[in-house]
């Protein structure tokens, strides 16, 4: 007899946790976008606090659906964007979260059903000259028909995402600390 809570479900891609390593795996987009925040321990720590409590995503514009307040690995997530029965939810699952004194982030990892298959990274880092910056970094193919279809829009819309969420987050870290 068993007892206990299911297994997760899979990842939709072998690459687990690739987005701390460099380079990134071949045959996916790569994206890595890096935006200037401010300076210091503050704005450090106020804009890590938004990526990692998810609110640098709604924010943004995100519908957010998380089984946790914080990332940690194992944590589900379903981010939502459109609007009433045109909005598309895509789930995935946090892979890796780090919580250090100069690094504060995590990523998640795509599940059966979201339209691409890899994995996003969203990390804030304090430099040795006090600059913090925020960097979202991905690895990504197709993973449904319409995302297939969408061809080359789809690399350009993660990319001016990418840079949503940094001005995004430029205006939360700047707001709160």
Known sequence: MTTGTPAPAPFNYPEEG??????????????HEATYLGHGRAVLEAAGHAVTGFRMHRAAGVRVRASAPEAAPGVRV?????????????PCRVVWSEYESERIGFAYGTLAGHPQRGEES?????????????TMTAFSVPGRWYTRLA????????????RHCGRTLRRLARRNR
């Open 151 to 162: 061809g080359p829009l789809v690399p350009l819309f993660q990319r001016l995402y990418a």
């Open 122 to 134: 969203f990390v804030v880092e304090m430099r040795a000259d006090g600059a913090v910056w925020f």
């Open 18 to 31: 690739a987005t701390r390593r460099h380079p990134l795996p071949r045959g996916y987009r790569h994206l």
């Open 78 to 90: 379903e981010c939502a964007l459109g609007l009433g029965p045109l909005r598309l939810w895509a």
